[in-house]
């Protein structure tokens, strides 16, 4: 179930144990910074995760529930990067997965080990051609 709040986000990164309360920070920072537009919310997904840009999810059977189009988690032994945009016949953590050095991919997560690898500007991509797909609602597929 997801909360409104920034409040909350800064309150979750503000809780965690320094150089991952950077890290997070930092990313946190360029996602907000790349799609000011999209709501911030925290959700239960695997533990904590910080979702930006809320949508209301739809199968085939119909709407679901919300749902957050980027995410970002701290796990114990990884940061994950989520995105729920497709892009070149797959989804876009897929495609855009070489511009992410050292990480490992889901369908839809980036799994970060080393975040002081990872640019800036790959994760503003990643957020800015998700939210212009979700920005709008669920897009068709």
């Known amino acids: 179930m997801a909360t409104d709040g920034r409040d909350e986000a800064q309150a979750h990164i503000d809780s965690l144990p320094e150089r991952r309360r950077s890290e997070m920070q930092r990313l946190h920072d360029v996602v907000r910074a790349a799609i000011p537009g999209a709501d911030v919310r925290m959700w239960d997904y695997g533990g904590p995760l910080i979702g930006y840009g809320t949508y209301t999810y739809s199968n085939s059977k119909g709407p679901v529930g919300p749902w957050f189009s980027v995410g970002l988690a ?49 994760v503003r991509d990643l957020a800015r051609q998700t939210w212009a797909q979700f920005k709008d609602g669920q897009p068709r597929r």
């Open 74 to 122: 701290s796990r114990k032994s990884y940061i994950s990067l989520f995105s729920m945009a497709t892009g070149a016949g797959g989804y876009l953590v897929e495609a855009l997965h070489e511009r992410f050095p050292g990480t490992k991919i889901g369908r839809s997560c980036i799994n970060i080990t080393k975040p002081d690898q990872i640019d800036d500007a790959a």
